[in-house]
């Protein structure tokens, strides 16, 4: 026996074999179809970036985790992007500025972040998703919640979630505390966990007015429907937090006129991006699944790191996280195999090979079962590969069996309805 090679892959990175393959491209489809109905042309990143020009558009988080290597053809230090907006920022900066806004940009892509292997996380992220540069105001944000919506309508989801919240609100009531870093971390860590009772336990420990009190106390409890805006506006009175809750508003009137009001959660507490998005947050959630599936949001200041000053805003899914939130649905929807294995028995080949190219031509996916066996070793391999049908030429060109893989239901056609295209599975 030959000897067993160590093939082990390196931790936190997957291979996807055929079914599983399948799913991630009709999820890939299925997301470029809705992004191209929206008007978004696609745009394909480098896989390696110049680490310098890259950490520009990487906050601290996402820095720390790049990959990085030396270049040995330039000496300098190249990495591979854990992130695609960064680099849909700098095309947009660098290559694209001389073009009219607003850019409608699409992707898909793999990236890698390096994680603390103890806990066994991904370290590779398949992202797609787009980024709307050029446009400001709260018609511009509700697109993109609504293409989140249609996004996963297109792929299957029914029970989901799309959770909202706005980094401006949030700045208008935390950028003024009396805090030092630590104790400024401590109480955005406690707001984030939605704990009450230990944040209570750490206000009472802090130089904070009893308004500013009141106001942080109120912020993991800003999670439900629209009637969380005015709970909100109750309970904070800065302006800078008023503002952005009329931004919200105006979102909220637009995503009831797109109809997709009966997906979207308000959750006024969310610290994700605080340091990195300047309005609108949301990221997408299905019913049963822990982690999130998408995540987007506005990021004005991104492309002027790049010298081209421009409001932004985007989302982009994690397919890995849709594809085993979605794996049993996929199931019914996913093309995992050929549409027909096509066996011969005679020495003459040539009117099978002929048969495959018309079948292809009329638009099936066909293999030859070229290796020499006999047709129930043939039916047994086509189950096995994800064939649905069996196609066997029978001693009389004229007239074929097709067989149904799953049941071993035989069907009689001719050749004559394959050829005139009047043949159908």
């Not at 099978?352 to 066996?373: C, F, K, M, P, W």
């Amino acid at each position: 026996m030959p000897n067993t090679i160590e093939t082990r892959l390196p931790t936190g990175v997957k291979d996807f074999l055929p079914v599983k393959a399948a799913k991630l491209d009709y999820l890939q489809n299925s997301l470029r179809s809705i992004y191209r109905s929206w008007g978004f042309r696609p745009v394909a990143p480098a896989v390696l970036e110049d680490l310098a020009v890259l950490e520009l558009g990487l906050g601290t988080d996402l820095r720390e985790k790049t990959f990085r290597f030396d270049d040995r053809q330039t000496g300098r230090l190249v990495a591979f992007p854990p992130d695609i907006t960064p680099q849909i920022a700098r095309i947009a900066a660098t290559r694209m500025r001389e073009m009219p806004l607003p850019f409608r940009l699409c992707y898909s892509g793999r990236v890698l972040r390096h994680t603390e292997q103890r806990l066994g996380k991904d370290r590779e992220f398949f992202q797609s998703g787009v980024e709307l540069i050029g446009l400001s105001g709260p018609e511009a944000d509700a697109e993109m919640i609504a293409m989140a919506v249609k996004c996963l309508q297109a792929v299957g989801a029914t029970e989901f979630t799309i959770d909202i919240g706005q980094v401006e609100f949030l700045r208008g009531i935390l950028d003024d505390l009396p805090l030092n870093s630590a104790q400024f971390l401590a109480v955005r860590t406690a707001i984030s966990a939605k704990d009450v009772s230990g944040l209570q336990q750490l206000l009472k420990e802090l130089p904070l007015t009893d308004q500013q009190h009141t106001e942080l106390l109120a912020l993991p409890r800003l999670y439900g429907g629209r009637e969380v805006l005015a709970q909100a506006r109750q309970a904070i009175t800065n302006s800078a937090s008023q503002k952005a809750l009329d931004n919200l508003e105006k979102v909220l009137e637009v995503l009831t006129v797109y109809g997709v009001e009966e997906h979207i959660t308000l959750d006024l507490g969310e610290m994700r991006g605080f340091d990195y998005h300047s309005g609108l947050i949301f990221q997408g959630f299905l019913s049963g699944f822990g982690r999130a599936v998408c995540s987007g949001g506005r990021y004005d200041g991104l492309t002027e790191r790049y010298g081209f000053p421009a409001p932004a805003t985007g989302f982009a899914f994690n397919l890995y996280n849709l594809l085993f939130a979605l794996d049993r649905i996929l199931d019914e929807r996913a093309e995992e195999g050929t549409d027909i294995l096509l066996f011969s028995s005679e020495r003459d080949k040539e009117p099978a090979q002929r048969l495959a190219a018309t079948l292809r031509n009329h638009g099936y996916s066909v293999a030859r079962d070229i290796i020499e066996r006999d047709q129930t070793a043939s039916l047994d391999y086509a189950r096995r590969m994800h064939y649905r049908y069996l196609l066997v030429c029978n001693d009389s060109a004229e007239k074929l069996t097709l067989i149904h893989t799953l049941d071993s239901k035989e069907i009689s056609v001719t050749l004559a309805s394959i050829e005139s295209g009047q043949f159908q599975i």
